[in-house]
C-alpha cells in the first residue's frame, strides 16, 4: 500500500490505511497493544492484537517512545481514542527502535534546553513550528501582494549598524566584524533602487537580559519604503499583522487549538488599531498612578499597561521626544521636539513593532550624531543615501518570535524559535 499522512487517513475515515511514524504513547496486555502514532500532521490510536503478531509480540511488546514504525490497518471510527479514530492494525514494520527517551514530565527547562532536539518533537512545539512557518509565509505573501521586493543584507559588517555594547564581535581573517542588529541601513540605500524593500532575517542583539522576550539571536522582519511617511508606515504595520493573524486563524486552527491560543484574543486583532502620542500615554500613565514623567522613556511594564487601559488591543503610540530617538529618526516639523516615529504596543507583551519615518536631511543627521559624540567610522557609506538623492522615507521592524509567541499565547518566545540562543545558552 502507499503510505498517506495521519491527518489524510483520519480524513478517510474507513477502509485499509497505510501510515508511518513514531510511537507518541504506549499501553497495553498480552493480548492487546494500543499505540499512538505520531507523524508530522497528527496522532491516531492503532490496536495491534496478539493472535495477528505472534512473531513479532516481543519485538513489539518491548518497543519504547520515539522508536519509528510504519503500520497497514483498518481504520474506523471510535470515540474514545485521542483523534476520534482507530486502526486496527494487520502489519507492522519496526524501522527505527529508540532507547529509553531522556524527556519525560519530570525534567525541568534546562534539561529541556540541552535536549532541545529532541523537545522539538513534542505535539506543543510541532505546532509551534508550524504556525510559525505560517506567519513567515503570510508576511512574504502580503509583502510581494503590497509591491516590496525581498533583499537581504549580510549577516556581517565591517561596523555596527547602531553601535553600542549591544553588538558581538567576531573575528574575521585578523580584522573585526560584527554581527548585524539590523537591516536597517542597508535598506535606506536599497530604496533609491527599488523604493519598496523587505527582508525576514537573523539579528543579532548582545543583551544580557535574561527576560522570557529576550533572546540575542532572532528572526527579524523588517521593511523600508521610499516617499513613505510616518501614517503609511503605521498602516502598512497594521494591516500586515491584522493579515497575518487572520492568515494564521484559518490555515492552524489544530494548531492553535494544540498550544492553547486564545481564538478571542486573535479574532479580536481588527483595523484600525488605537492611535496616541507619547504624552497622551504619559498622561494615561500617570492618571491610572503610574510614577512617570515627562522625558521619560517607556519600561516593558508601562507599555503592557497601555495596551490593557486601551480595552487589550493594538495601539500605536507616536511623537516620543527627540532625544529619546536615534539620530536617524525625522523630526515632526508640527511638534518641534518631537519624532516621527512609532512604537505599536501589544496587550500582555509591550512592544511588537518599532517604526519611523526617517530623516531625509543631512545636514540635520550630522548635527545629530555630533551632538551625541557619534563617529560611524566604516559605516559612513549609510549616509551616501542622504548625499545622493535623498528623499522622503519610512520603515519598521517587527521580531518574528515575539508576534509568534503572541499568537500562541505563550509566556516565552523561547517556545517561538526552534533553537533559542540566550546570555547561557548557545548550544545545541
Given amino acids: 500500500?502507499?503510505?498517506?499522512?495521519?491527518?489524510?487517513?483520519?480524513?478517510?475515515?474507513?477502509?485499509?490505511?497505510?501510515?508511518?511514524?513514531?510511537?507518541?504513547?504506549?499501553?497495553?496486555?498480552n493480548k492487546f497493544i494500543f499505540i499512538v502514532l505520531r507523524d508530522s500532521s497528527d496522532i491516531i490510536q492503532c490496536i495491534l492484537k496478539s493472535e495477528k503478531f505472534e512473531k513479532q509480540w516481543n519485538d513489539i511488546d518491548s518497543l519504547l517512545v520515539e522508536s519509528s514504525v510504519e503500520i497497514e490497518g483498518t481504520i474506523k471510527e471510535d470515540k474514545r481514542a485521542p483523534t476520534g479514530y482507530e486502526i486496527d492494525a494487520s502489519k507492522i514494520n519496526i524501522v527505527g527502535i529508540a532507547g529509553d527517551f531522556p524527556i519525560n514530565k519530570d525534567v525541568n527547562e534546562e534539561l529541556l534546553g540541552d535536549r532541545r532536539h529532541l523537545w522539538l518533537r513534542s505535539r506543543k512545539m510541532t505546532a509551534s513550528m508550524k504556525i510559525r512557518s505560517n506567519i513567515l509565509f503570510a508576511l512574504h505573501e502580503y509583502m510581494h501582494k503590497s509591491g516590496f521586493i525581498e533583499i537581504h543584507a549580510p549577516s556581517m559588517s565591517g561596523?555596527?549598524?547602531?553601535?553600542?555594547?549591544?553588538?558581538?564581535?567576531?573575528?574575521?581573517?585578523?580584522?573585526?566584524?560584527?554581527?548585524?542588529?539590523?537591516?536597517?541601513?542597508?535598506?535606506?540605500?536599497?530604496?533609491?533602487?527599488?523604493?519598496?524593500?523587505?527582508?525576514?532575517?537573523?539579528?543579532?542583539?548582545?543583551?544580557?537580559?535574561?527576560?522570557?522576550?529576550?533572546?540575542?539571536?532572532?528572526?527579524?522582519?523588517?521593511?523600508e519604503g521610499a516617499w513613505m511617511d510616518l501614517k503609511d508606515d503605521m498602516d502598512i504595520a497594521e494591516k500586515c499583522l491584522v493579515y497575518v493573524v487572520e492568515k494564521v486563524l484559518k490555515e492552524c486552527k489544530k494548531e492553535l487549538e494544540i498550544?492553547?491560543?486564545?481564538?478571542s484574543k486573535l479574532k479580536n486583532v481588527k483595523s484600525p488599531f488605537k492611535r496616541i502620542t507619547y504624552n497622551e500615554a504619559i498622561k494615561k500613565l500617570q492618571e491610572k498612578g503610574h510614577k512617570i514623567k515627562q522625558g521619560d522613556d517607556f519600561k516593558s511594564a508601562e507599555e503592557r499597561s497601555l495596551a490593557?487601559?486601551?480595552?487589550?488591543?493594538?495601539?500605536?503610540?507616536?511623537?516620543?521626544?527627540?532625544?529619546?530617538?536615534?539620530?536617524?529618526?525625522?523630526?515632526?516639523?508640527?511638534?518641534?521636539?518631537?519624532?516621527?516615529n512609532f512604537n505599536l504596543l501589544a496587550p500582555g507583551v509591550g512592544e511588537m513593532v518599532d517604526g519611523s519615518q526617517r530623516e531625509p536631511d543631512l545636514n540635520k543627521i550630522v548635527k545629530r550624531l555630533k551632538k551625541a559624540k557619534i563617529?560611524?567610522?566604516?559605516?559612513?557609506?549609510?549616509?551616501?543615501?542622504?548625499?545622493?538623492?535623498?528623499?522622503?522615507?519610512?520603515?519598521?521592524?517587527?521580531?518574528i518570535e515575539r508576534f509568534a509567541a503572541w499568537i500562541c499565547g505563550f509566556d516565552t518566545i523561547k517556545d517561538s524559535i526552534p533553537f533559542p540562543r540566550t546570555p547561557t545558552r548557545f548550544n545545541p
Avoid at 530604496?191 to 548582545?206: L, T
Avoid at 559612513?380 to 535623498?390: A, E, F, H, I, Q
Fill in 375 to 399: 563617529d560611524l567610522g566604516a559605516s559612513d557609506w549609510y549616509l551616501d543615501s542622504r548625499r545622493y538623492g535623498s528623499v522622503p522615507h519610512a520603515g519598521f521592524g517587527l521580531g
Fill in 159 to 223: 561596523a555596527a549598524s547602531e553601535g553600542g555594547s549591544e553588538v558581538f564581535e567576531v573575528g574575521y581573517f585578523g580584522k573585526k566584524a560584527y554581527m548585524t542588529q539590523s537591516w536597517q541601513f542597508y535598506a535606506e540605500n536599497f530604496i533609491s533602487a527599488v523604493e519598496k524593500a523587505y527582508a525576514i532575517a537573523p539579528s543579532f542583539r548582545a543583551e544580557k537580559s535574561k527576560t522570557p522576550w529576550h533572546v540575542t539571536e532572532f528572526w527579524h522582519f523588517e521593511l
Fill in 259 to 263: 498550544v492553547g491560543a486564545d481564538i
Fill in 1 to 29: 500500500m502507499n503510505f498517506i499522512s495521519i491527518s489524510e487517513a483520519i480524513k478517510k475515515g474507513k477502509g485499509k490505511v497505510a501510515v508511518r511514524g513514531w510511537i507518541h504513547r504506549k499501553r497495553g496486555s
Fill in 308 to 340: 490593557k487601559y486601551y480595552g487589550d488591543k493594538f495601539v500605536f503610540v507616536t511623537n516620543y521626544p527627540l532625544e529619546l530617538l536615534k539620530f536617524y529618526h525625522g523630526e515632526d516639523s508640527k511638534n518641534p521636539g518631537t519624532g516621527t
